[in-house]
């Protein structure tokens, strides 16, 4: 059965930094992408940041380009999504995700078949 279990939001001021975790466990498939998405009040949800746990290849939303980074611990079957600089635009409830990968054409894709909970993230002016 897959798990996933997100923790590690909170409030904190504009220009801080929070990490998120993500346990992920009970997958069956050895090609599985772990992402992080998130939902601001009144807008559409929004893929954040994604790691493929077989190489470690990861994207980022332009949004978030060079101040979250997302690593994992395939060991410890954890996701970490490292937030630096935050914004009051970074405000959402944040969410990670699972799905097994797969190549079409070359290009990699990913149905996110299972959610964990959602962590608040509130960046404060």
């Known amino acids: 059965e897959v798990q996933l279990q997100a923790s590690g939001g909170g409030l904190v001021q504009v220009g801080g930094s929070l990490r998120l975790s993500c346990a992920a466990s009970g997958f069956s498939s050895d090609d599985v992408v772990i992402g992080w998405f998130r939902r601001a009040p009144g807008k559409e949800r929004e893929e954040v940041s994604c790691?493929?746990?077989?190489?470690?290849?990861?994207y980022y939303a332009d949004s978030v380009k060079g101040r979250f980074t997302i690593s994992s611990d395939n060991a410890e079957n954890t996701v970490w999504l490292q937030m630096n600089s935050l914004r009051p635009t970074d405000t959402a409830v944040y969410y990670c995700?699972?799905?097994?990968?797969?190549?079409?054409?070359?290009?990699?894709?990913?149905?996110?078949?299972?959610w964990g909970q959602g962590t608040q993230v509130t960046v404060s002016a």
């Open positions: 790691i493929r746990r077989r190489d470690g290849k990861t």
């Open positions: 995700a699972a799905g097994a990968a797969t190549v079409v054409s070359g290009l990699l894709r990913v149905e996110y078949d299972y």
